[in-house]
């Protein structure tokens, strides 16, 4: 039964497989067995005009075997779709190999000349001498087709989150790397280190293959053991492992004014920043609460990437959730989510900033850690005093709401059962 309908969802696709529009992998290491070989769960995000599977292929090193379950993620009216691969793969050692996906094509007519698709993932699972166990990748992911107006300023700030705590930077591919095929970056969008692209105002509107390398770096001199005993050594110049984040960016036609909150959507509390971190435990869920204005066009779509079980609900105008509850699988992991509020006007689409959090899982504690007690009430009152930064003004409900999330934080920690409650409240 799932074979054949396996075979059937291939046969639709390679009726026409291209329009492609980008991808992200990620990875987390998972148990070494007592043969020596080791599994690893890969995550990807494959982006196309239509739903479509891809499998990545061996590039180098021994890439073991390999097994795959597809999810379809967010899916938007006609323009792309989002599909989600889970892929376990069993190497017989930790020895470092890389994953590709190579072959075509991109959307039609890309301003920077890209055709052909390429992207490429480094998976390095040796023992890290500073974390005594295998290095998890930078984790990310990015929405198919991110929209600008070609006469705005903006910047989109990728989520560069690292569960190591390593630095993580990013570059434009490298086609003598064999990265991209080949990488030209766009020349209206500048990258820097810390994950930031920056869009000038321009006359070249189009869509723009980006294709970013994502590394994670150790902040100290380490070494990596192999199975077999072998040490290489690293400094904080050297990456650990590489993922590939690539999408279109679209350089639409000029918006009258670049104001937001007129054309182009504004985001409003309780909207989280861009880059927050939430806590959770599995099976309780978090709700992202989404609000946006535009006082000319309309808001008409939520754009989404997350994980594939995320459910979305729309509570009122301008107004969105997102709902994700982890599953056991997910236990110890960390989730990016990434979004935008899409407005229409006349025919013009118009997108709000990019935003991306994470939602990382923790353990379950009341199975891992054991609390001491304080005598027959078995109860602690502990004060802290927090400082909470913000351009804007918090009101004293949405500073709650933040400390409810340190909640989980603390439950990550081992203390289970926390109240939190603000005791006095001084702005300044
Ligand atoms: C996507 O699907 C639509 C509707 O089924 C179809 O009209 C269109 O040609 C498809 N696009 C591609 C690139 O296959
Ligand atoms: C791409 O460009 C060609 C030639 O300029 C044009 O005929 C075609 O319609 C374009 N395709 C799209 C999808 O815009
Ligand atoms: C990795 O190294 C640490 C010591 O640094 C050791 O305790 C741990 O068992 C090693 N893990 C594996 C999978 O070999
Ligand atoms: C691309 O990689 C090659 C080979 O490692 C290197 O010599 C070159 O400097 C790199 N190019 C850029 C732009 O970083
Ligand atoms: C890190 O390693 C480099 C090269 O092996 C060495 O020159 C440097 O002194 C080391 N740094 C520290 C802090 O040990
Ligand atoms: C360990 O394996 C690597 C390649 O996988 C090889 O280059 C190295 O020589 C081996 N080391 C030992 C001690 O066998
Ligand atoms: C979606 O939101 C509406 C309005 O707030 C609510 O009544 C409904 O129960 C929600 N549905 C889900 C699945 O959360
Ligand atoms: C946690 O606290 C609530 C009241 O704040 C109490 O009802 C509940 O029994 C407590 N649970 C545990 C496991 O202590």
Redesign the pocket.
Known sequence: MVLSLLLLLLLVCSTRANQFLGTVMTYYPGN?NADGS?TVQLLYKLNFENCTMLTWECLSGNCGTESVVMRKGYESNGEWCQMEGISTRNVPS?APFQLWLNGGDWIDNITNGIVNWRAVTLVELR???DI???NTSPQTTILPDVRVPSNCQRNFNLLAFDPDGDTVRCRYGNTSLSECNPCTPPSVLSISPSCSLSFSPTSDEGPYAVQVVMEDFPNQNISL?Q?NGTKTFLTPNDAISKIPVQFVLWVDPPVPSCTEGLYLPNFLPPTPNNRAQFFTIVNRAIVINIKAEAIISTISELLYSGPSTLIQNSTGAGQFSLTWTPSQAEEGGSFPICFVVKANYNLNIYNSDLRCVIVTVGNNPTTTTTLPTTGSSGMYVVGLSVKVSSSSQQSKDEILYYLQQARYYLSYYGLPNVTINIVSYVQH
């Open positions: 070494t080791v930790n023992n890290r001498s005594g166990k295998a053991t199975t």
